[in-house]
């Protein structure tokens, strides 16, 4: 991964000869400033997902009327409405161009912020976090910086679109306990709100004026559509990026909590627990990283990223009073949330056939956000019906499910001879 940043960050867009004698090809100027843009972007879209998941359940569970389904629903339903508009929100882009919808989906997640800042009630906040998650941006994004990037940079560019989620992540983990002392959650409203606006001039005074020539054909049939969502070789990554994010919300409604009720942690002081387990997780993700930049078996190296959680989960399940139980737990977990977070989507730029990879990046989307509700919809009724130990438990239940698909997936570049879309794996998965 910082081999990328440093490819991409020192490239002055010619080709650097290698000491094999072939050539390393390297972003252009104008390659760089679009990923920097749309990076920031991204990661600004995905902090209004990340930067609440410490803190909101906390928060919402002192209103009236609380509950925890209630409260998995607000901090899940931000995913329902991305979910559901991530596919229309990419064929608009189509149709009107990348930037302006771009643009109004920001201006969406600008005015939900606001309301959540003013919200006074649990219903008045759950309908803050639907509006903030309706302006649909990824597949837009995704589909603007391919547009915006060559071929054989393309790859590299989504992975560190890949990164600045991971990034979010972290920086949400240490910034939101901080902040909630700091400033309250109405304040990391309003905080966000002002990212937003950021994120807005972004998109139309920094990333590069959009080509005329990508309109040509973009309509996308319904049929071919399908012909994507339903693809065997795409299909496990959908799959892993919903169980990632159901996971990783199940996981933050049941974990601010325990460390509150179980543990007597003021809320002030989580971002220490999470500084402190995601730095000793970082002895997991460097090889994860490092056995995919090396390796051709991506599906082995995801079916073990997998079953760790497996296992990070069940470690919670079981032992969500012992403190060393919670830290074990946390530091297995964020290890592979780091890596997967940028691998999946690196993944899919690869195994998606160029003329649909808009399309694909759509359903990933969708699937990633779908699993966020989910995870908080589901999180909520399993903590009402079980406590933490149930929460933890469908976690485990669901990454395993997860491992059961993996192996049909055929994840070599869609370039390859012989791969087509929507064809069934073949018998033999040597390439994996």
């Not at 991506?298 to 989960?313: D, F, G, N, S, Y």
Request: hydrophobic residues 55%; glycine residues 10%; positive net charge.
């Amino acid at each position: 991964m910082s081999l990328l940043i440093y490819e991409a960050s020192q490239g002055r867009g010619k080709a650097i000869p290698e000491s094999t004698g072939g050539t390393r090809v390297v972003m252009t100027q104008a390659e760089r400033r679009t990923v920097g843009a749309l990076a920031s972007v991204y990661l600004i879209r995905m902090l209004g997902l990340f930067l609440l998941l410490p803190v909101l359940a906390i928060y919402a569970s002192r209103f009236p009327a609380a509950s925890p389904t209630l409260i998995g629903l607000a901090l899940g339903v931000y995913g329902l409405t991305q979910a559901a508009l991530q596919i229309p929100f990419g064929r608009w882009s189509d149709r009107w161009g990348r930037k302006p919808v771009i643009a109004i989906g920001l201006v969406l997640f600008v005015a939900g912020s606001v309301l959540g800042a003013l919200a006074d009630s649990l219903t008045a906040l759950i309908l803050a976090r639907a509006l903030q998650g309706g302006g649909a941006i990824s597949a837009a994004v995704t589909a603007l910086l391919a547009d915006q990037t060559r071929a054989i940079v393309r790859t590299r560019a989504m992975a560190l679109i890949g990164i600045s989620i991971g990034i979010a992540f972290v920086l949400s983990l240490i910034a939101a306990p901080l902040l909630d002392t700091l400033i309250g959650v109405r304040g990391i409203f309003w905080s966000m709100a002002l990212a937003g606006l950021a994120g807005i001039a972004l998109t139309c005074y920094v990333v590069p004026s959009e080509r005329d020539s990508w309109s040509s054909g973009s309509e996308l049939r319904r049929s071919r559509l399908l012909d994507v969502a339903l693809s065997w070789r795409l299909i496990p990554l959908y799959a892993a990026i919903f169980t990632l994010h159901f996971v990783l919300t199940a996981t933050f409604l049941a974990v601010p909590l325990l460390l509150v009720d179980e543990f007597a942690l003021p809320q002030g002081v989580h971002w220490r627990v999470y500084l402190g387990t995601f730095v000793a997780s970082l002895a997991l993700t460097v090889p994860l990283i490092v056995g995919s930049e090396r390796g051709r078996r991506p599906v082995r190296l995801l079916v073990a990223a997998m079953l760790i959680t497996v296992v990070a989960q069940l470690i919670l399940a079981f032992g969500w009073h012992r403190w060393w139980a919670v830290l074990t737990a946390l530091v297995l977990f964020f290890g592979v949330v780091n890596f997967l977070e940028a691998e999946l989507p690196a993944l899919l730029s690869r195994a998606a056939p160029t003329g649909d990879r808009g399309a694909a990046l759509g359903v990933f989307a969708t699937g990633q956000f779908t699993g966020t509700f989910a995870g908080g919809a589901a999180g909520g009724v399993l903590m009402h019906l079980y406590g933490v130990s149930g929460v933890f438990l469908g976690a485990a239940a669901m990454a395993l499910c997860w491992t059961v698909l993996a192996p049909r997936a055929e994840l070599t570049s869609s370039h390859a001879p012989g791969h087509e879309l929507g064809a069934a794996p073949a018998d033999d998965a040597g390439g994996n």
